[in-house]
């Protein structure tokens, strides 16, 4: 099997695999991680500044990777234009330095927030693998069985009881609505990722089981939409503390208009760095 070997810089393995924008990926070594991506298996290990990476599927597996991991995107630049923002901004880059937003297949992460309303990481990883379990094409790499996240083909004749035993609890309904919409033809994803933001959300939003913080996580890891600010808990705690002196009245929306305004096309990412530091305790 074949070793691929990618020359990077401002990439952090650990934190963008880390800091909860996907659910399909396990460390099994310190800075070698295995996960499933749409059509194969990659396992990727950093040693500084080089990437290391085998998969069971080596055609076009140096654009897979460089897609994924936004690796043609200057993330050096982006640094360096977002520590501008603030002083707050700057401290939680410095801890978080190479944590880039991973380019996800958009039906894989539609059910896949579906799954995380209301929920947590470990959970969530459990269901999403469970379904890939029943539901998707065996794979293998080093001996090893994995399974890839079905296709809305796949799931077609999946009844909600079958969505529940995967463990996603009262959001069955909500897998079955949206993978029956896909199958007939009313839901159509390739299309709606062409629609201006606004109007993506407003049609994401019409999916049964999503609400604005899915949606928001749907546009900013899966349809490229870099100015999103997906506002959970965590950030809302740490945007109320950062700059709104701790005032409990402050709503989702203020926060929202807070961001918009003052990290602009950068919100996702700046939006990520705030995440996985307040979760880590760094800042």
């Not at 959970?232 to 989702?252: A, G, H, P, Q, S």
Request: proline share 2%.
């Amino acid at each position: 099997m074949k070793e691929l070997k990618l020359d990077v810089s401002y990439f952090n393995l650990k934190y963008t695999l880390e800091c909860g924008q996907c659910f399909r990926w396990k460390e099994i070594e310190p800075n070698t991680y295995i996960g499933v991506i749409k059509d194969r298996v990659l396992k990727v290990r950093q040693d500084g500044n080089t990437l290391y990476i085998i998969s069971n599927k080596e055609e076009n597996l140096e654009e897979v990777v460089r897609k994924y991991f936004g690796l043609d995107k200057d993330y050096e630049a982006i640094e360096k234009r977002i520590i501008l923002s603030d002083e707050k901004v700057k401290e939680a880059v410095s801890h978080t330095s190479g944590l880039r937003h991973l380019n996800q297949d958009f039906f894989e992460t539609l059910i896949s927030y579906i799954i995380s309303a209301n929920n947590n990481i470990p959970r969530i990883s459990k269901s999403v693998n469970e379904i890939s379990r029943r539901y998707g094409t065996k794979v293998s790499l080093d001996n090893q069985e994995y399974y890839l996240f079905p296709t809305a083909k796949q799931l077609k004749d999946v009844t909600v009881d079958e969505y529940r035993d995967c463990g996603v609890g009262f959001r069955d309904k909500y897998i079955y609505d949206t993978v029956k919409r896909i199958n007939d033809g009313t839901l159509n994803l390739e299309e709606i990722n062409k629609l201006e933001t606004p109007i993506l959300r407003k049609e994401l939003l019409n999916i049964m089981g999503v609400g604005p913080k899915v949606a928001d996580c749907i546009m900013l890891f899966s349809c490229g939409r870099q100015e999103i600010f997906p506002i959970d808990v965590w950030v809302e705690r740490i945007m109320k503390r950062l700059y709104f002196n701790n005032d409990e009245k402050t709503t989702k929306k203020q926060i929202a208009e807070y961001a918009d305004k003052h990290f602009g096309k950068d919100g996702g990412i700046i939006q990520q760095h705030l995440f996985y530091n307040v979760r880590e305790g760094t800042i």
